[in-house]
């Protein structure tokens, strides 16, 4: 039904910036919450951002450093990601969950690396 495609990723040393990108297709319900997480070897998948309308949140651990942004009419959300930090590094995952609803799509992951 809704299909996620993550792009932005790739390798980059602490302090610099990458800007995920996140396309969605298929059928979208309008009214949805857009949100990015994260999951690093051995470790649990992890809510970096969400986005609902004009409401944002922000886990603590990327707050000052992470922007969340959506383009409804194109269906496509970003995370701007300034300032990274080694501890970023993390397979990046979009989620689409449409308002109300239980669950979500998720996209099929996008390797981020911050190393010197």
């Known amino acids: 039904q809704v299909q996620l495609v993550e792009s932005g990723g790739g390798l980059v040393q602490p302090g610099g910036s990458l800007r995920l990108s996140c396309a969605a297709s298929?059928?979208?319900?309008?009214?949805?919450?857009m949100g990015w997480y994260r999951q690093a070897p051995g470790k649990q998948r992890e809510l970096v951002a969400t986005?609902?309308?004009?409401?944002?949140y922000y886990a603590d651990s990327v707050k000052g450093r992470f922007t969340i942004s959506r383009d409804g009419a194109k269906n496509m959300v970003y995370l701007q990601m300034n300032s990274l930090k080694p501890e970023d590094t993390a397979v990046y995952y979009c989620?689409?969950?449409?308002?109300?609803?239980?669950?979500?799509?998720w996209g099929q992951g996008i390797q981020v690396t911050v190393s010197s």
């Open positions: 989620n689409l969950r449409p308002y109300g609803a239980a669950l979500g799509a």
């Open positions: 298929g059928t979208i319900i309008s009214i949805n919450i």
């Open positions: 986005i609902t309308g004009g409401s944002t």
